[in-house]
C-alpha cells in the first residue's frame, strides 16, 4: 500500500511557531482565577524557555480519498478509518487526503513533569499547556503546506481531525501510523494507542474543489466540557 503513498518530511520552522500568550493567560484564569503579574511573567519566561529547548517534528503522505461504503467511514487504497459520521461529513467531497503525525519533541513535556516533581506546580502547569500550543502551531504548519499543496493543484482543504476527537476512535491511529516508516519524526505509537513522545499530533485533511474549511470546528465535537472549546464570537 505504501507505494500508493507519496510521503512529505515537514520542516518545521521554530521561528513561525506561534504561542498566544493571551489565550493560555485566558485559560489559566478562567480555570483557576490566578491571572497576575507573577504568572503573567512565568508564561513569558516559558514561552522563551520551550522555544529554546524544543526539537518540533512533522511529515505527511498524499493519497487518493475513495468513495467509503458506510457514512461512518474514509476510505484510501488499501485502508478504511471507521471515521465516524462527524469527520465523513466534514470530509465526504475530499479528491485526495493529507494524512499526517506531527510532535513537539520530549522536551517541553520532559520540563514540566520536572518542575512538578519538584513542587513546581504552576510552573509545570503552564509548561504542559504551552508544549500542547506548541504541537498544535507545528500541526498549523503541516496545515498550511498541504493548503499550499492543493493550490499548486487548484483544489481546497478541510480542517485537520484527530483520531480521538468528534467521535473517531483514538485506536484508528495504529492504522494511520501504518502509513509512515516506524519512528517517522521520533514518534512511536504503544499498542494501547499512546503517542510518544505525549505532545505529539496525529490526524487526516481532506483536499478536494469542493471542500470547506471552517474558521473553528466546535460546534460539531459532542466534548461540551472540552476547555479549548469556544463558542460564538468568543
Known amino acids: 500500500m505504501r507505494e500508493l503513498l ?24 478562567e480555570q483557576e482565577g490566578m491571572i497576575d503579574v507573577h504568572t503573567t511573567g512565568l508564561v513569558e519566561k516559558y514561552i522563551t524557555e520551550c522555544l529554546r529547548i524544543s526539537s518540533p517534528a512533522g511529515a505527511f503522505v498524499l493519497t487518493e480519498a475513495l468513495e467509503s461504503s458506510s457514512v ?14 462527524i469527520i465523513h461529513k466534514m470530509l465526504r467531497h475530499s479528491e485526495k487526503y493529507a494524512l499526517f503525525v506531527v510532535t513537539a519533541g520530549s522536551e517541553a513535556a520532559y520540563l514540566a513533569r520536572s518542575l512538578i516533581a519538584e513542587g513546581n506546580y504552576l510552573d509545570g502547569y503552564i509548561v504542559d499547556l504551552l508544549a500542547s500550543a506548541l504541537v498544535d502551531s507545528a500541526a498549523d504548519q503541516i496545515q498550511e503546506q498541504v ?14 481531525y484527530s483520531p480521538g476527537y468528534c467521535s473517531w476512535n483514538v485506536e484508528e491511529q495504529q492504522k ?3 502509513l509512515f516508516p516506524k519512528g517517522t519524526c521520533g514518534i512511536s505509537l504503544s499498542e494501547s494507542s499512546l503517542m510518544s513522545p505525549v505532545k505529539s499530533l496525529s490526524g487526516i485533511i481532506g483536499i478536494g474543489a469542493e471542500v470547506k474549511y471552517r474558521e473553528y470546528t466546535c460546534e460539531i465535537c459532542p466534548m461540551l466540557n472540552c476547555q479549548f472549546r469556544k463558542v460564538g464570537n468568543q
Open 176 to 178: 494511520l501510523f501504518s
Open 6 to 29: 507519496k510521503t512529505y518530511d515537514t520542516f518545521i520552522d521554530l521561528s513561525l511557531i506561534r504561542i498566544d500568550p493571551g489565550a493560555l493567560l485566558r485559560l489559566l484564569g
Open 147 to 160: 493548503r499550499n499543496l492543493a493550490k499548486e493543484l487548484g483544489l481546497h482543504i478541510t480542517n485537520r
Open 72 to 85: 461512518e467511514e474514509l476510505a484510501i487504497p488499501g485502508l478504511v478509518f471507521d471515521s465516524g459520521k
